[in-house]
């Protein structure tokens, strides 16, 4: 995958620097952007952006802001490359959210190495998800695997929202990733609560999530969970919408229908030792016990306690 970097410079030595250090490694792009160029580069979204403080033309504070309040580059790692010595200068700059601050000159293999785990740290944090903050796929299964090698007694939990396609096409999907939000906080919060050591939560996709427990109070769990949710889901509808119940908006065919409020599904599936052989298995009892809960009507659970 390419990564393009911006060095915010105004003498392009930095840039041709950074090329004869990467030279073997062709997936890093770097690309030098002046200070007065620099509100037109921020229309792209580059991997990481490193700023020269010793060449530009314009403040270092008032550059790392207007890179920190553009939209699409408010969380862009920013490196300040700087010869300025002085700690409350340091200080100043590493509190607008800029990670590292370069004290000049900089040894080639420490900022080479600097460059490369950034990159990483950003392929690593692709794999969590960027609404919830929660760990996806690759750690969900990963932690599902690590289970079952330990041949160790275990419960999954898979969440899935009802009706929240109706929700979206009511409300539009910005307030539909509000509940995404507020979902991911009511099974973490309740999670915690029941002091589960170990508990794992991570967010499939869209409205699902799993969570993965030891406890063998899952039942209490779930309904704690469902009753914070109940509560909860109710600030995201009009008041006409909570008066009578339901959501209208037209169907695949157009017709338009009555839907009700987002409600929440959980099938649980207790894994007992040995139980399962692999983590295709737990996946597809999971699939059905929550499409056993789904077709009841608002928020429910239901359980797996099948011991093979």
Do not use: W
Not at 16 to 38: P, S
Not at 149 to 167: C, I, R, S
């Amino acid at each position: 995958m390419l990564q393009e970097i911006y060095i915010v410079d105004n003498d392009a030595k930095g840039v041709k620097e950074l090329k004869r250090l990467f030279e073997n490694e062709k997936e890093f792009i770097f690309r030098n952007v002046k200070t007065k160029n620099l509100e037109v580069a921020l229309k792209n979204i580059p991997s990481l952006i490193i700023i020269n403080e010793d060449t530009i033309d314009e403040n270092i504070i008032d550059v790392c802001k207007k890179i920190r309040e553009n939209e699409d580059n408010s969380i862009t790692p920013i490196i300040v490359a700087s010869s300025n010595m002085e700690k409350q200068h340091r200080i100043d700059i590493l509190q607008l959210n800029i990670e590292y601050y370069l004290l000049k000159p900089v040894d080639e293999k420490y900022l080479y190495y600097t460059i490369k785990n950034i990159i990483r740290l950003i392929y690593t944090n692709r794999k969590v998800s960027p609404l919830t903050g929660l760990p996806g796929n690759v750690q969900i299964q990963a932690e599902l695997k690590k289970h079952l090698l330990k041949k160790e007694d275990f419960t999954v939990l898979y969440f899935d929202l009802d009706n929240f396609k109706a929700y979206n096409d009511v409300y539009g999907f910005l307030r539909g990733d509000e509940i995404i939000k507020f979902t991911a906080r009511t099974i973490l919060n309740n999670i915690h609560q029941a002091n589960c050591e170990e508990a794992f939560v991570g967010h499939i996709g869209g409205d699902d999530f799993v969570a993965i427990i030891q406890s063998k109070e899952y039942e209490t769990i779930c309904q704690n969970i469902i009753n914070e949710f109940d509560t909860g889901i109710l600030k995201y509808f009009t008041e006409t919408d909570k008066e009578r119940g339901y959501v209208e908006c037209a169907n695949r065919k157009g017709i338009i229908e009555q839907y009700p409020l987002t409600s929440i599904s959980i099938g649980v599936v207790v894994a007992d030792k040995n139980r399962f052989a692999n983590i295709l298995e737990i996946g597809e009892v999971g699939a059905a016990v929550k499409h056993v809960a789904k077709v009841s009507m608002g928020s429910t659970y239901a359980i797996d306690r099948r011991k093979n």
